[in-house]
Structure formats: C-alpha cells, structure tokens
C-alpha cells in the first residue's frame, strides 16, 4: 500500500495485489483517519510511517473513510522487500 499527505489527510494512493492491504479490502483514493484508534489528523508523515511500521506480522488496525462511511479494518504487517535491492558482503580481517 502506498499513501500520501495532503492537507493533514493521509489518501492511499496504491495497493497492491496479493498484500494484507488488498486482503482487508483497503481501496485506492480510502482515506485512513486512525491507526491502532488513534487519530493521525495532521501528523507529519513520518509519523504516520511510524505508526504504520513495526515488527513484521503484528496486526495493525486502521479505521478508513470511503466516502461518507467510516470503515474498521484489520492486518497483519509485511516486510517491505524493495525490488532490486542488493547486498554486499566483505570479509574484514579474515
């Protein structure tokens, strides 16, 4: 799922098939209003990043606005795996 800040208001901009997002049913344009019930309203991004991360599967709860409807959904967070991500190792002292 991939989100932005306007205005104080956190939209989901993207969800991706087969991710806890698209399983609980988080649409694209969703408004989130609260994490875990508590209300992001005008938080900075990083802290909505901030109480969307924590430890892979943990649930997280979100409450989303479609439209005039206020909606409570449930996931359990993934590891973000970015594509082309690379690692490099080097031997230090043997």
Known sequence: MEIALREGIVKV???YPN???ATAGVLVDDVIT???RAPIAGLPLERVLD???GRPDTQVNLTIRRGETSI???MLREMVRVPGAELQVRAEEG
């Open 51 to 53: 109480k969307l991360g």
């Open 72 to 74: 409570d959904v449930s």
């Open 34 to 36: 609260h994490v875990d």
């Open 13 to 15: 901009r993207a969800v």
């Open 19 to 21: 991710t806890p997002a």
